[in-house]
């Protein structure tokens, strides 16, 4: 087992990222390299509405209209434009994920090159001594922090939209405007083409969500598959970083998950209430203090470790004979000890309900689920019914 080192990302280092990452969303022309422009047609608005919010920003200098031109992003111009005259709080919770994103991406990008012989590299190169033989490292590093950024950029803004999220699903194609020249080129690439997504599909603010939370997906996996075959990026994947503010934690090209429990709906039963078979009542109480044993710190379970029990058991038995009713005691017990440790516990229940007649969406319905399971930051207990 890898051992990493938790260090935290400091909030003051986030927030001196916080103007960089509002100018990236203000504007800037970027002539894409990679991606492909597509021909945006204009928002139909009803009659009486503006085609602008009402209240514009009133720094001098600031282009606050919606841009025409091919490479010209203006994220925040595109996500006001959606709006009848005033953002509404779906649209400022896209819009302060974002920044926030950029900022954290920037910080670690920033971190990462403390640790590593770019920092040194990068005050040579502005100084104008860096030495013909290190050109090559110094390619690859700044490569390296492209990834870093790109990848903390698209796992932090993930992160902070998950709780804003619903059912509505966006398919989006691959990322094609990923530039690991350096950090800014590469930010500005990715955040050219979510431009372009965001005009594409999202219609309405449950798009607009799901859109951006998408996009953030697609592009981690772009960047994690990247990041295999790249060259010095130990600095970031021997290492992890946590942001205390948002609980967030960023650990090498993997995704963070929202240690949240989702709303439990379900009728709980107390253990004196199950009766008949107490060979399994009692094998599934012990079950729930087992579970109750993994360590948050070091992501595992001892007795899973030590060969205590197995991750997956089957239930078998005829329609009522008390199935369902031994899960309502785990999944009660569970709730309980939680509540009591201040652990988040999530429920989960995969059933034929969730198999679509379309065969993507069925897809897409199981990848949500196994990423739910799969989460190391909750104590989760998953019911599939046959």
Known sequence: MTTRDTMELKEEAIRSQYEAALNLMTGFDHAPRLGKAVEIAPTERSSGIGTRPRFRSTTPGLVTRPTTRPGGVRLIDRIEGQSDGLLSPVQSAVLNALRRGLAISLAMAESCAALSPLGELKKANLEGRLPETKRSEFSELLAAEALVALHSFANATAFLLAPHLGSTTVELGEVDEVLTDNTPLALQGVLWELDQDIAQHATDEPRLTATVAAFCEVLMEKVALRAQTA?????????????????????????????????????FKKPHEVVGNHIAKYQSMKLAKMLMAYDFDRK?????????????????????????????MMAGLLNDYCQVAGYPFRYQNFSIDQIDSYQGKSGQNAKAFIDTVIDPTVIGLVCLNR
């Open 300 to 328: 595992l379970n001892p007795f899973a470790e030590l060969g205590g029990f197995i991750f997956t058991f089957m239930g078998d038995g005829k329609p009522g004979t008390g199935k369902t009713t031994l899960i309502q």
């Open 231 to 267: 060259p010095r990026t130990d600095a970031f994947t021997q290492n992890s970083w946590k942001v205390e503010a948002d609980g967030l934690t960023l650990s090498g090209f993997k995704p963070a998950r929202v240690a949240k429990g989702g709303q439990i709906t379900m009728q």
